[in-house]
T-cell receptor, first 114, second 113 residues
Framework: KAGVTQTPRYLIKTRGQQVTLSCSPI?????VSWYQQTPGQGLQFLFE???????NKGNFPGRFSGRQFSNSRSEMNVSTLELGDSALYLC?????????????FGEGSRLTVL | DQQVKQNSPSLSVQEGRISILNCDYT??????FLWYKKYPAEGPTFLIS?????DKNEDGRFTVFLNKSAKHLSLHIVPSQPGDSAVYFC????????????FGSGTQLTVLP
């Protein structure tokens, strides 16, 4: 069974640009969550999508957005990039629709903003 | 305001001995707790979890203990193996937001052969 796939794995952007990251969840998983990992703030929740609807959102500015498609694949977008957006962006999928459920993480997309 | 805290950034243990990783939380709404392991250049991998209705959960060499009154949980690894060397993250969630995990800052475990 294929794991969570994130693309691209590495990318470099400059301040003011925008970026789109993609995540393909494990087959059959309908929930996709996004996390940002930085050395200073650790792992922080961005948002969660389930059945194409954003179900929860973390404390991030509106420059961070996402969406989920009917095949459960998800994308996140960051507009007007700032230096502080440099981070590892992790996508996680899970099977459970409600209640508890372990998350399966991808290897992440490492974004560097110059 | 860190709602999940791992106060030990690193821990070294001899192979075969017990590793104990600690985690404290402040949010009383948290009712589900998880431990993840992370190797460099990989995403976190789920290890073990515990619901707030329990105080202990075992899975092979891994046992998680939960002390709700102290808002404290710990992960015991017995016996520790060199392959266990990784960063361990404690995470917590509240009912209704099961996949909105709040993570601790992680503890780097090094198991010495």
């Amino acid at each position: 069974k294929a794991g969570v796939t994130q693309t691209p794995r590495y990318l470099i952007k400059t301040r003011g640009q925008q970026v789109t990251l993609s995540c393909s969840p494990i087959s059959g998983h309908r929930s996709v969550s996004w996390y940002q990992q930085t050395p200073g703030q650790g792992l922080q929740f961005l948002f969660e999508y389930f059945s194409e609807t954003q179900r929860n959102k973390g404390n991030f500015p509106g420059r961070f957005s996402g969406r989920q498609f009917s095949n459960s694949r998800s994308e996140m977008n960051v507009s007007t990039l700032e230096l502080g957006d440099s981070a590892l962006y992790l996508c996680a999928s899970s099977l459970a629709g409600q209640g508890t459920g372990e998350l399966f993480f991808g290897e992440g997309s490492r974004l560097t903003v110059l | 305001d860190q709602q999940v805290k791992q106060n030990s950034p690193s821990l070294s243990v001899q192979e075969g001995r017990i590793s104990i990783l600690n985690c404290d939380y402040t949010n009383s709404m948290f009712d589900y707790f998880l431990w993840y392991k992370k190797y460099p250049a990989e995403g976190p991998t789920f290890l073990i979890s515990i619901s707030s209705i329990k105080d202990k959960n075992e899975d092979g060499r891994f046992t998680v203990f939960l002390n709700k009154s102290a808002k404290h949980l710990s992960l015991h690894i017995v016996p520790s193996q060199p392959g266990d060397s990784a960063v361990y993250f404690c995470a917590a969630s509240a009912s209704g937001s099961a996949r909105q995990l709040t993570f601790g800052s992680g503890t780097q475990l090094t198991v010495l052969p």
